[in-house]
């Protein structure tokens, strides 16, 4: 069974600063992976996929890697912003479903 | 892009009662929709997988006659909390996957449900 780690749990930066979430997972069978933002009591918004043939995904600020063989997916964000504070999910889509890591809850500081 | 609605996006019940949540695809079919339930400050937990005219595939732990899934047309999944009680209290999250679009699928706003 798909297991979704995402490291750090927390995160707090200045505004300004770049950054780098973690995410890995223990099954290298995926069909894609995606990375969502959730602000607090909200649905989810979809902020990159990456099919399992592609490398990295690129939008405006955000850019996400994959790296299936060692089940592994970062996103970066360029430049952050107080308005970039939210929780960030990764997900893997496998043949009938889609985990979910725990996610990073970031804090950008003005 | 695809555009999944959910109905209501909040409830309140007491205790006993039932509640249905509705889930939509706008403007694309579904023939696969899933259930998620999200804890303050967790992840999502998938709940189950509902196919278009077949029984839903539940997750273990999940109790299959406590939520009701019910995916009757290729645009609408429903779950219905029977004798909800308030640790039934969560927020429930839908998700579509287009017919057309292999695996990719697209959420719903979510929907807070709490039982007093």
């Known amino acids: 069974k798909q297991e979704v780690t995402q490291i750090p749990a927390a995160l707090s930066v200045p505004e300004g600063e770049n950054l780098v979430l973690n995410c890995s997972f223990t099954?290298?069978?995926?069909?894609?992976l995606q990375w969502f933002r959730q602000d607090p009591g909200k649905g989810l918004t979809s902020l990159l996929l990456?099919?399992?043939?592609?490398r990295e995904q690129t939008s405006g600020r955000l850019n996400a890697s994959l790296d299936k063989s060692s089940g592994r997916s970062t996103l970066y964000i360029a430049a952050s912003q107080p308005g970039d504070s939210a929780t960030y999910l990764c997900?893997?889509?496998?043949?009938?479903?889609?985990?979910f890591g725990a996610g990073t809850r970031l804090t950008v500081k003005p | 892009g695809a555009v999944v609605s959910q109905h209501p996006s909040r409830v309140i019940c007491k205790s006993g009662t039932s509640v249905k949540i509705e889930c939509r695809s706008l403007?694309?079919?579904?023939?696969?929709m899933f259930w998620y339930r999200q804890f303050p400050k967790k992840s999502l937990m998938l709940m189950a997988t509902?196919?278009?005219?077949?029984?839903?595939?539940?997750e273990q732990g999940v109790e299959k006659d406590k939520f009701l899934i019910n995916h009757a047309s290729l645009t609408l999944s429903t779950l219905t909390v029977t004798s909800a009680h308030p640790e039934d209290s969560s927020f429930y999250i839908c998700?579509?996957?287009?017919?057309?679009?292999?695996?990719?699928?697209?959420f719903g706003p979510g929907t807070r449900l709490t039982v007093t």
């Open positions: 509902s196919n278009e005219g077949s029984k839903a595939t539940y």
């Open positions: 998700s579509a996957r287009d017919l057309y679009a292999s695996y990719e699928q697209y």
């Open positions: 403007d694309f079919q579904a023939t696969t």
């Open positions: 990456i099919q399992s043939s592609q």
């Open positions: 997900a893997t889509s496998g043949n009938n479903d889609m985990r």
């Open positions: 099954d290298s069978a995926i069909y894609n």
